[in-house]
């Protein structure tokens, strides 16, 4: 059973979480450990944690366990840290070893005279503990790394995410300008094969209507320039080495004044590989 001042302790920083809160003492820390559930809880981090709490260890010990603990579990808040992540988890407090125990000296031990053996294990001693903090230290580090990448993926805007998807690749729009005096109507614009897709617009949902093959029109007045976004089927296709994929655009249209007259479609070659990016 913890002393209730030994739970009163604060930790050595608060530690904001996505879902427990901002933890603040060691009570905090074990109710939050509580209510993680079984699964989490049996995980060695955590049974490393537990292990310290037990012992009664030092607060810095026990404070720089629950932030590894928490990040492992991609659970801390990165967002409202009080002091960079980096900071927080640069060096293990010392004493602390890999395996979440307390390098403990007994004190009470009678001195013993100085032997060659007995130098060699101390020297051996202190080896261990600095590769044990190296290793401690370059855990913390990757930790560290993998929830700042998480964060920045986290952050990126949906359509970003989406458009980075390997199978579907949004690379250049087909722009179609109305040089004539009166309004047209874009009845219809597709590809052969279909290597490519058309969208009416730029939104997400014009790319599933695209894709799934929703056909849409267009009216364009006098002097408009309208882009139609192109998605390219194969994400594969936009490879350096990738064999040259060629298709044809065809876009059929009408003019509003005689929507029932049929005019002759426009057509247009191209290729994968000569396709440019559209500007952000």
């Not at 955590?46 to 404070?63: F, T």
């Not at 928490?70 to 004493?95: C, F, N, Q, Y």
Request: hydrophobic share 40%; charged share 30%.
């Amino acid at each position: 059973m913890l002393s209730s001042a030994y739970l009163s302790r604060k930790l050595t920083s608060p530690l904001p979480t996505k879902d427990g809160g901002t933890l603040r003492t060691i009570g905090e820390a074990c109710e939050y450990m509580a209510a993680i559930g079984k699964e989490r809880e049996l995980r060695p981090h955590w049974q490393q944690v537990r292990e310290l709490m037990i012992q009664e260890a030092d607060v810095a010990a026990v404070s720089w366990r629950v932030q590894l603990a928490v990040l492992k579990d991609a659970k801390l808040d990165v967002t409202a840290l009080s002091e960079p992540i980096e900071r927080m988890m640069d060096e293990p407090p010392p004493g602390l070893l890999s395996n979440g125990k307390l390098n403990v000296v007994e004190e009470d031990e009678p001195p013993t005279e100085p032997t060659e053996s007995n130098e060699r294990s101390d020297s051996d001693s202190k080896e261990e503990r600095h590769r044990q903090e190296e290793l401690q230290q370059a855990e913390a580090q990757r930790a560290a790394e993998e929830e700042r990448r998480r964060q920045k993926a986290e952050d990126k805007p949906f359509w970003d995410r989406f458009l980075a998807a390997r199978p579907v690749v949004s690379i250049a729009v087909e722009r179609c300008k109305n040089v004539t005096k009166y309004d047209i109507m874009i009845k219809r614009i597709r590809s052969i094969p279909k290597t490519v897709v058309v969208a009416r617009d730029p939104s997400l949902i014009a790319f599933t209507d695209g894709l799934i093959g929703v056909p849409f029109t267009a009216l364009m007045p006098p002097d408009a320039t309208y882009d139609f976004p192109l998605i390219v089927r194969r994400g594969e296709l936009l490879d350096d080495n990738a064999p040259r994929s060629r298709f044809m655009i065809i876009v059929s249209w009408r003019s509003a004044r005689s929507i029932w007259m049929p005019r002759w479609p426009v057509f247009i070659w191209c290729s994968v590989q000569t396709l440019q990016p559209p500007e952000s």
